[in-house]
């Protein structure tokens, strides 16, 4: 019986592989955002590695991940250099609003405008990572696509939403219960990216070829949105 438990394919083994995949993909992001600058490259890799860990096709997490690194360097630095100077521009809206419109009216009616703004830009930034991960377009058009497809799946949007909201809520006002920050160094940005990977794989499958893509190149271009 126990021979059966520990084997190599016993579902207990399985598991305890995926978290050890999981904390190894999680430290190889932490490693590689330090310098702040290669936070897109960062997150594409780690998008990327996640979904060929949820598809089953990540043989190596650390060879998946610097490869996926190595191809998006460039324009995953790009867009979250554009996402943070709209973000930049959001948070300048919002400052001119409060401080310099005094009609009660004209402040409700620009900040809604912005609440919707703001909305669009974070499901953009939800799913721009993901699509460069899978998807091989340029910039422009991962920023439409992720925008279309974010308001095509509300209900995807609304499950990563949660999915990365309610961990940030919990170590914000209940600390003790992440140590404080320290889980999420030991595995939590790789389990949300797993998680969330669970999402847009069902969703981006939709969109590719029907034909099968090789697994260690892009799914190449979501033409169904083009």
Do not use: E
């Amino acid at each position: 019986m126990s021979t059966r438990v520990f084997s190599a394919d016993s579902a207990l083994m399985r598991v305890l592989s995926r978290v050890a995949d999981v904390m190894l993909l999680n430290l190889l992001f932490v490693a590689t955002s330090l310098p702040i600058i290669t936070l897109g490259a960062s997150l594409t890799a780690l998008c990327s590695t996640a979904m060929k860990i949820v598809r089953g096709r990540c043989d190596s997490v650390t060879g998946d991940y610097l490869r996926a690194f190595r191809q998006n360097a460039r324009q995953g630095s790009v867009l979250a250099l554009v996402i943070l100077a709209l973000a930049g521009v959001l948070a300048a809206w919002y400052v001119v609003v409060t401080t310099f419109v005094t009609s009660p009216i004209g402040q409700l009616v620009l900040l809604a405008a912005w609440f919707v703004l703001a909305l669009q830009l974070v499901l953009v930034a939800l799913f721009a990572f993901p699509y460069l991960a899978a998807f091989d377009d340029p910039t422009a058009r991962v920023l439409r696509n992720a925008r279309l497809m974010a308001w095509r799946h509300p209900l995807t949007a609304l499950g990563a939403i949660a999915l990365l909201g309610l961990p940030v809520v919990i170590t914000i006002f209940y600390p003790h219960l992440t140590v404080y920050g320290l889980l999420w160094f030991a595995f939590g940005f790789g389990a949300i990216a797993t998680l969330t990977g669970m999402l847009f794989v069902r969703i981006f499958d939709t969109y590719t070829p029907t034909s099968t893509p090789d697994p260690a190149m892009k799914d190449g271009t979501a033409r169904a949105l083009s």
